[in-house]
């Protein structure tokens, strides 16, 4: 019998790897096989991250896939009803490069279709944890799971180690619950109910992560802003900061987040961070 496969430009837009994570998680949950063109980016082709959605989907409904990295186009066709992920996955080993991809892009990606699965799924990404064009780990889980938990979906996630752009790889671990969707208004945000800042660094001094700490704390004050700030120290592999600010509103979550690196001034990464944070809380979405 010839599989009829759904035909989805990748190139649609930017070519961003959103449509390509989208498309398969929809596609396992569905069962509706599909060929995805990979393009449109300043490098084309597939990459690490989609190698790495297409191996725990294909694991996860039995799929025939096809698909490797630098392709033109990635085949994916579901043989059984999505089952729950369980199991420790290395971004770099799947593409067999480095830097290898972000673990937590990664991870916001498989909540929604996981949750769908009708057991508890928890599972260990090794990959960047605080890298460009991808969410921090802090902010996974102080905007993106509680944002989905108002959609009635449970998650959580930890981080063991953190990995930066400039080296050497982070892990997280994930527990995702069998949750029944239900509706949410996220379209008037209403008032900001508490806000948190968190401070990364990994093998820098103290001096880096006290002037972040008085850098926040000025800011909140001069905005009269009551700011919960939360220092961290993971290990790494290499040396790397990174500042994420939230809100939690009456009705919605956000902020926004900055990367440290060689050169750059924590005070920098601070400002950078507490600017979009603001730039949130005043845009009403």
């Not at 490098?43 to 630098?70: H, M, Q, W, Y």
């Not at 990995?163 to 994930?174: D, H, K, L, T, V």
């Not at 704390?217 to 994420?244: F, I």
Request: proline share 5%; hydrophobic share 40%.
């Amino acid at each position: 019998m010839q599989v009829e496969f759904l035909e989805i430009d990748g190139a649609h837009g930017e070519g961003g790897g959103s449509i390509v994570r989208t498309a398969l998680a929809l596609s396992a949950l569905t069962g509706r096989a599909v060929r995805i063109v990979r393009g449109g980016l300043q490098r084309p082709g597939v990459n690490p991250v989609d190698l790495a959605f297409l191996r725990i989907f294909t694991l996860c409904t039995d799929a025939i896939s096809k698909g490797e990295l630098g392709d033109s186009e990635i085949l994916f066709q579901p043989r059984s009803a999505l089952r729950p992920y369980r199991g420790n996955l290395d971004i770099s080993k799947v593409a067999r490069v480095s830097p290898s991809g972000s673990a937590t892009l990664i991870a916001q990606t498989l909540v929604v279709p996981l949750s769908q699965a009708g057991r508890l799924s928890g599972f260990r990404l090794r990959g960047g944890t605080h890298v460009p064009y991808a969410p921090t780990h802090e902010y996974l889980e102080l905007v993106a799971l509680p944002a989905l938990g108002e959609a009635g979906i449970g998650a959580w996630t930890s981080l063991c180690h953190a990995g930066y752009a400039s080296g050497g790889a982070g892990e997280i671990e994930m527990e995702v619950e069998p949750s029944a969707l239900c509706g949410f208004d996220f379209s008037d945000p209403g008032g900001m109910v508490s806000a948190t800042a968190a401070i990364v660094t990994s093998e820098l001094p103290e001096h880096v992560r006290s002037r972040a700490v008085e850098r926040l704390e000025a800011l909140a004050r001069r905005d009269g802003l009551e700011l919960g700030v939360r220092v961290l120290r993971p290990q790494a592999g290499a040396p790397g900061a990174a500042v994420t600010v939230t809100a939690r509103m009456e009705h919605g979550f956000g902020g926004g987040q900055s990367l440290g690196q060689k050169g750059k001034p924590i005070e920098e990464v601070v400002e950078e961070a507490y600017s979009e944070f603001i730039e949130f809380l005043n845009s009403g979405w």
